[in-house]
């Protein structure tokens, strides 16, 4: 049996991060677990220094125990038929969730919305996984629900009896990612959903201002933008027939385009490029922007 895996801290995002990742276990008939992660300094000592109190360490240890059992408990009553771990680190919390995910299907991990607009606010340990991990990571912002994910009832209200909203894949046609494909073709077959496939693109810088008046021209290099789009999808809608896919190539910044399909969406599926410099997040702007801004959840896939 899978796994997916999901860091908890305690907060609502790590929660909500628990919820969804629970549903999934669940629609995948695969297992989950909750990990926290927290670094064991040997002593802790009083703001203004004096005796050591190791003590402390002990009461965070105890605090996480608790948290971590209390959220199996709550997930277990919900979702009774699932098969439910837990994992406390001694670990730092990126050391920790990266070294859980490496055994895992998924990582699943939570990120505060930017106030009233829905969005993410990823923090340094979730910038560090999303760079770092070699399994598909989730992010899930604060007050996600399971009904965000499906389409409102015939009143306009929330139901989880209704189809769900669409599976976005952000597509780069120059480094497309078999890895990330098959994720995003993977999600619509298990919820049955629909796949929008955006790729932005620009016009070339040689085109000049003339050029760009160009309405044919632009338009045959539009044309050939979306052949290459149908091209590069054929052979994936023929290995997933029951996916409806809907293809869009649309002038200007994917990232934005990306964001404003994500308020219909269950899902948003974009990649990282795996690289093995020892410095930087590597986390590309399209990505980036997903993750910032995006109202639905967000999976990054590594690929090569």
């Known amino acids: 049996m899978s796994t997916i895996t999901v860091g908890l801290d305690g907060s609502p995002q790590s929660l909500a991060a628990a919820d969804w990742a629970a549903r999934e276990a669940e629609q995948r008939g695969a297992g989950l677990r909750l990990v926290h ?24 240890s105890t ?4 948290m971590l059992r209390e959220t199996r408990t709550r997930l277990a009553d919900r979702y009774p038929d699932l098969a439910i771990e837990v994992e406390q680190s001694g670990d730092h919390p990126v050391a920790a ?6 055994d895992s299907a998924l990582l699943v991990l939570g990120s505060r919305g930017l106030g009233t607009v829905a969005g993410f606010l990823i923090g340094s340990v979730g910038l560090a996984v999303v760079a770092r991990s070699e399994r598909p990571v989730i992010l899930v912002r604060a007050g996600e629900r399971a009904e965000n994910e499906h389409l409102p009832d ?17 597509l780069d046609l120059e480094n497309p990612g078999e890895a990330v494909i098959r994720f995003a073709f993977e999600a619509a077959q298990h919820r ?30 539009a044309e050939r933008i979306r052949q290459r789009l149908t ?3 054929r052979p994936w809608k023929e290995k ?3 996916v409806e896919v809907r293809e869009q190539a649309v002038v200007g910044s994917a990232g934005r385009h990306l964001v404003h399909a994500s308020r219909d969406a269950a899902l948003v599926v974009v990649g990282r490029t795996n690289r093995r410099a020892a410095v930087g997040s590597h986390i590309g ?12 959840p967000v999976a990054v896939v590594p690929h090569d």
């Open 37 to 60: 992660g927290w670094e064991q300094l040997p002593y802790v000592y009083p703001p203004l220094g004096g005796v050591p109190a190791p003590g402390a360490i002990d009461t965070q």
């Open 63 to 66: 605090w996480a125990g608790t």
């Open 97 to 102: 969730l990266l070294a859980a995910a490496e």
């Open 154 to 170: 015939a009143a306009g209200t929330g139901s989880t009896g209704t189809p769900y909203r669409d599976v976005v894949l952000g």
């Open 192 to 221: 049955e959903a629909r796949l929008k496939v955006v790729h932005g693109w620009s016009l070339p810088v040689s085109h000049g201002y003339g050029a760009a008046m160009d309405v044919g021209l632009d338009e045959e290099l």
């Open 231 to 233: 091209d590069v999808l």
């Open 240 to 242: 997933f027939p029951g």
């Open 285 to 296: 702007p399209v990505t980036h922007a997903a993750l910032q801004h995006a109202v639905a």
